[in-house]
């Protein structure tokens, strides 16, 4: 008798193994899934190819950011008196990328008539960087440092007068 609790308890434990294998088995599948989802994925792949084509446009933040980031870049270049890299971020900086179109639009409609202050004020960090990069040609540092000066009053005069207003 005592064998016969022992085999069917046994057997029960077989049994419910068995049962669990296609549970384990269960578990596996995501794997089967993945191969489904990877195999689905041309298809989804177009979609994405489909907005590649029609890149994100640049925001007023973005080149914003990046303006930023041209301005360490000269000052790095003046800390390693490096005069071609103080060039090259200044060309980044007057040679900016402008915003996209419905930006544009945003700020024309945000700004209306200021919006020629606010082109002004664009022009002038344009100049003023094209200055500071022709320094930087001459290795010439103390005007490298001079236009520098202007060129930050450029970045903030616009801020000042503009910033709260397009936030
Ligand atoms: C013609 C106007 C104008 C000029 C010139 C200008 N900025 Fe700006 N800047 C703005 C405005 C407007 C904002 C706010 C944008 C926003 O919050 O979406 C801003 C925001 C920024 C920000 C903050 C971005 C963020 O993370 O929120 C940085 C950094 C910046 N400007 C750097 C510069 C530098 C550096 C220069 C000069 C080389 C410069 N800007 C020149 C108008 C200007």
Do not use: Y
């Amino acid at each position: 008798m005592k064998q016969l609790a022992i085999f069917s308890l046994l057997s029960l434990f077989l049994m419910t193994s068995c049962e669990d294998s296609p549970k384990a088995q269960a578990q596996d599948s995501p794997v089967e899934k993945k191969e489904v989802v990877e195999k689905t994925k041309p298809g989804q792949d177009t979609k994405k190819d489909d907005k590649v084509k029609v890149p994100k446009e640049l925001s007023l933040k973005d080149l914003m950011i990046q303006l930023g980031k041209d301005m360490n870049g000269i000052n790095d270049g003046i800390w390693q008196e490096d005069f071609p890299a103080i060039a090259s971020s200044a060309a980044a900086i007057s040679g900016h990328p402008h915003v996209g179109a419905s930006t544009r639009a945003r700020l024309k409609k945000t700004l209306g008539k200021d919006m020629m202050l606010f082109g002004k004020g664009d022009k002038k960090v344009h100049d003023t960087a094209l200055r500071l990069g022709e320094a930087a040609k001459a290795k010439d540092m103390k005007l490298v440092l001079t236009e520098l000066t202007n060129l930050q009053n450029g970045c903030v005069e616009c801020h000042a007068s503009f910033r709260s207003r397009l936030r």
